[in-house]
Every structure is written in structure tokens, then in C-alpha cells.
């Protein structure tokens, strides 16, 4: 049986928000889509006064595709904040900083500009 069935509530973590709807995954499979008529009862101006990417929230399963691994998702009707905001953690930088973008962008540079230069050649002929 899967693990993912129509009616079950779950967590997931928000990936993409866009003026119609926010995208969300919850496993190395499976994403979904809330659609903005499924975030709220009233009218919803912008999706960022609800939810923000990055946030873990609980979501009803309206619909599964389990080709597609895909989910329709709904938020309207539940309490979708519950320990919704995840702990970010500190980024740690390495010892190395921006010294190997420092040593590698000039050949990355020349090789682009090589690419563009061939291109060009091939078209004149």
C-alpha cells in the first residue's frame, strides 16, 4: 500500500512558491502542489502571507497521481503551522572561502569565450 493516500495529512517542506500555487516534496519521489485556491477560505493576495519556501508544514492529500508521483495538495482546511518553522542552521564557512572560484574563473572565462568564438566561425561558413 502506498504511502500516500487521498484524505491522509502530512508533513512536507515548501520548495517553490509561484503566483498560482506552492510546489512541496516530501520524499526523494514525491512532490506536490498546493494551489492557491487551496491555501485559505478568503481571498489570498500573496502565497508568502501563508507560507515561505523552506517551511515545514502538515498538508491534506486531496488527489494522488502515483505515476507521476505527484500530489494535490490543500492547506485550507487544517492547522497547517504546527511546528511549521524549521530550525535553520548556521552556515559554517570553509577554510577555503571563494580561493577556488578565485583560481578557476578566468579558464572558465577563456573557455566560454572559446566556445562563443567557434560557434561564430561555424556560422560564417
Request: charged fraction near 30%.
Amino acid at each position: 500500500m502506498t504511502k500516500y493516500v487521498k484524505g491522509k495529512v502530512v508533513k512536507g517542506t515548501v520548495t517553490c512558491i509561484e503566483p498560482y500555487g506552492a510546489f512541496m516534496s516530501f520524499d526523494e519521489y514525491y512532490t506536490g502542489l498546493i494551489h492557491i485556491s487551496e491555501i485559505s477560505k478568503n481571498f489570498v493576495k500573496d502565497i508568502h502571507d501563508f507560507v515561505n519556501v523552506g517551511d515545514h508544514i502538515f498538508v491534506e492529500i486531496l488527489d494522488v497521481d502515483n505515476d507521476e508521483a505527484h500530489l494535490k495538495l490543500s492547506i485550507k482546511n487544517i492547522n497547517y503551522k504546527i511546528n511549521g518553522q524549521h530550525k535553520r542552521r548556521r552556515i559554517i564557512e570553509t577554510p577555503h572561502g571563494f580561493n577556488t572560484l578565485r583560481q578557476k574563473l578566468p579558464f572558465w572565462i577563456d573557455s566560454q569565450i572559446k566556445k562563443q568564438k567557434n560557434k561564430a566561425n561555424s556560422i560564417d561558413k
